[in-house]
Nanobody, 125 residues
Framework: QVQLVESGGGLAQTGGSLRLSCAASGRTFSRYNMGWFRQAPGKEQEFVAAINWSGSWTYYADSVKGRFTISRDNAKNTVYLQMTSLKPEDTAVYYC??????????????????WGQGTHVTVSS
């Protein structure tokens, strides 16, 4: 089992940057494929990005491709989401998630067994 704690959210201006972190407990973090999701006010939760256990493969939602970068440091049990060129529509609660099996559909919530509590990101126009 793994516990996830997100941090790094806050207020940013349009065009600005933020880096989210997700710290995982446990010694088996490197076995998990990781993902980031977000939920904007009044909207369904949506997929943002995913990374495999080694960091050799990444996948992004079209809405963030070219602006967001997912990465991980297995020595620090942490996955990151670097967000640049932020837009007001990026405002949401961001969640990290862990999957202890191979990802058949990285964008599907059901693939992920463990979730953090979320961190708020607000982008002002």
């Amino acid at each position: 089992q793994v516990q996830l704690v997100e941090s790094g959210g806050g207020l940013a201006q349009t065009g600005g940057s933020l880096r989210l972190s997700c710290a995982a407990s446990g010694r088996t973090f490197s076995r998990y494929n990781m993902g980031w999701f977000r939920q904007a006010p009044g909207k369904e939760q949506e997929f943002v990005a995913a990374i495999n256990w080694s960091g050799s493969w990444t996948y992004y939602a079209d809405s963030v491709k070219g602006r967001f970068t997912i990465s991980r440091d297995n020595a620090k049990n942490t996955v990151y989401l670097q967000m640049t060129s932020l837009k007001p529509e990026d405002t949401a609660v961001y969640y990290c998630a862990a999957a202890n099996v191979g990802l058949r559909d990285a964008a599907a919530r059901d693939e992920y067994a463990y979730w953090g509590q979320g961190t708020h990101v607000t982008v002002s126009s």
